[in-house]
Nanobody, 123 residues
Framework: PLVESGGGSVQTGGSLRLSCVAS????????MGWFRQSPGKVTEVVAT???????RYADFVKGRFNISYDYDKKTLELQMNSLKVEDSGKYYC???????????????????WGQGAQVAVSS
């Protein structure tokens, strides 16, 4: 399973860092991504990273968020800077076990999910 950590509360313009650990010793990292769900909205893709570290971002986070993967720690991370109120929501990490290098920004392609970490940004 995937386990997220690092959520919390911050003011507009602040930063937070989310982490997601794959607890299985035999985990071989496929496409992975971060997603978020805000109240009353559908789950949306935030960013993805392929096995060759090729990254893709949703337009609304480009230039502010950075996705990365630490192979030694088997940890997916999301550095979130210049946070806005509209970035608030529950953030999930997920894996698409059918794709390895070219990740698609499609929520339904991701089939292994963590439990989520709450992010609250206030003005």
């Amino acid at each position: 399973p995937l386990v997220e950590s690092g959520g919390g509360s911050v003011q507009t313009g602040g930063s937070l860092r989310l982490s997601c650990v794959a607890s299985e010793d035999t985990f071989i990292r496929p496409c992975m991504g971060w997603f978020r769900q805000s109240p009353g909205k559908v789950t949306e893709v935030v960013a993805t990273i392929g096995k060759d570290d090729n990254t893709r971002y949703a337009d609304f986070v480009k230039g502010r968020f950075n996705i990365s993967y630490d192979y030694d720690k088997k940890t997916l991370e999301l550095q979130m800077n210049s946070l806005k109120v509209e970035d608030s929501g529950k953030y999930y990490c997920a894996a698409d076990t059918s794709r390895w290098y070219t990740c698609e920004l499609i929520v339904n392609y991701f089939n292994k999910w963590g439990q989520g970490a709450q992010v609250a940004v206030s003005s």
